[in-house]
């Protein structure tokens, strides 16, 4: 980060018992908080989140975590967590920012979707459904609802029928595309965004997919308008590209523009089918950004949520942006990075080692087992440099269905409320 050669500095000021040092004691190397008795610096631990609270961060998650599909980079399943965040928090009056930027991910062992113009396209094979054999390019034939009189007039021979999702039972259907010779089957959701997840009862021998609901949109309409559409299928290894995205929550959004600015970061995309750690760090964020508007602090306050987060698209597209404003101002950032166990590992850079181990006292006095370290933390966004705190926890289980405890949530929103006050009480202008 650019800021005219001086070094980007944490704006820190920690209470004394006679009151708060200035800012530049901590940054150049004074550090009040080892001159004092170190019972008389720490975090509190209020209780900010009610019940009311506590059962909106589960129904975050359960909506961000509870689909077939791993929130993967560019994915579908990626943009419709986005559109739920927004609608989420729309009326709250916080501030949001949408950045959308390129987003691809490989995916092998199944069946690829190859567009008329080359492109792969996000589809998933149907359990039940034969990955072998499916080698080639075909003309695309609209089926509509596919009920059995529109398969049999659809003139699917050597050809792949697209149609609409829970209009017709496929395993009831399936025969009848076989007998008429189709290669295979498309099917998109008029209701949900993501491409369909779907099981047949019984095998299949011909490759059943479920595809997006724009990409099936738009084949449909131009198969209504008498175009020739050609797919392509594939059994190599392919790559999909698609929109990836990040959104900024602005939390505080009357802060001035010289206030010093606390970023807090976690993933919006995932790797694992359904990324419940990382949605429920997500979740955490959504709640506190909205509680944070009730206390009065002179920092503003920014939420991260980033996509593409596991290749580094999505980190390094938001360090552009940052770059881009007139950042020449103290700067904190802290990334959660899942919750799960009660196991926790704290990384933090020198500059708020001393704020780091605050948040480490205050763990452990909620019954966490805590490891940390004093090293420039492995977080998405580290190559900003930024004075940086990162609190990762360990899966609460080896079963990537398994969602963490309601009692992690609500821990990790009260510290994250407890840090946020204790920096807007004891920062100094």
Not at 119 to 132: D, V
């Amino acid at each position: 980060m650019k800021s005219g050669g001086r070094a980007v500095a944490i704006l820190l000021c920690l209470v004394l018992t006679t009151g708060c040092a200035p800012v530049y004691r901590l940054i150049k190397g004074s550090d009040p908080v080892r001159t004092i008795p170190e019972e008389l610096v720490r975090l509190e631990r209020n209780d900010y989140i009610s019940a009311i609270d506590l059962a909106r961060m589960n129904g975050h998650l359960s909506v961000l975590a509870a689909r077939d599909d791993a929130r993967l980079a560019g994915s579908t399943g990626e943009e419709e967590a986005a559109d739920y965040v927004r609608n989420a928090l729309s009326g709250s009056g916080l501030s949001m920012r949408l950045l959308e930027f390129p987003g691809a991910w490989k995916k092998s062992a199944s069946i690829g979707l190859i567009d008329p113009e080359g492109l792969a396209r996000e589809s998933y094979l149907a359990s039940g459904s034969p990955m072998a054999n499916a080698e080639g390019t075909y003309q695309l034939r609209r089926i509509n609802k596919g009920t059995p009189g529109e398969i049999e007039a659809g003139n699917l021979e050597g050809a792949v029928a697209l149609i609409k999702a829970n209009y017709f039972d496929l395993n009831q259907s399936i025969p009848l595309y076989e007998a008429q010779g189709a290669k295979a089957v498309l099917v998109y959701s008029e209701k949900s965004l993501l491409p369909p997840r779907i099981v047949l009862n019984r095998p299949a021998s011909i490759p059943v997919l479920g595809i997006s609901q724009i990409q099936g949109k738009e084949w449909d309409r131009r198969l209504r308008e008498k175009e020739t559409v050609e797919i392509r299928l594939t059994n190599s290894a392919y790559v999909i590209r698609g929109i990836s995205r990040n959104l900024e929550i602005n939390a505080t959004p009357d802060a001035t523009p010289t206030s010093p600015l606390l970023l807090v970061s976690a993933r919006l995309d995932s790797q694992d089918n359904p990324g419940a750690a990382e949605a429920a760090s997500a979740a955490v964020l959504l709640k506190t950004a909205e509680l944070i508007q009730t206390l009065e602090t002179d920092w503003e306050i920014r939420m991260v949520l980033l996509g593409s987060s596991y290749d580094g698209q999505g980190p390094k597209a938001y360090l552009d942006q940052l770059k881009s404003e007139d950042l020449d101002r103290e700067i904190l950032l802290i990334h959660l990075d899942g919750i799960g166990s009660t196991n926790i590992n704290i990384e933090a850079s020198s500059q708020v080692w001393d704020l780091a181990n605050l948040v480490r006292d205050s763990l452990i006095s909620g019954g966490y087992q805590v490891s940390s370290q004093e090293k420039q933390p492995e977080h998405p966004l580290k190559d900003s440099g930024l004075p940086s705190i990162l609190i990762s926890s360990e899966p609460q289980s080896p079963d990537p269905l398994s969602a963490p405890g309601s009692e992690r949530m609500e821990d990790m929103a009260n510290l994250l409320m407890n840090l946020v006050e204790h920096l807007g009480t004891n920062s100094s202008p």
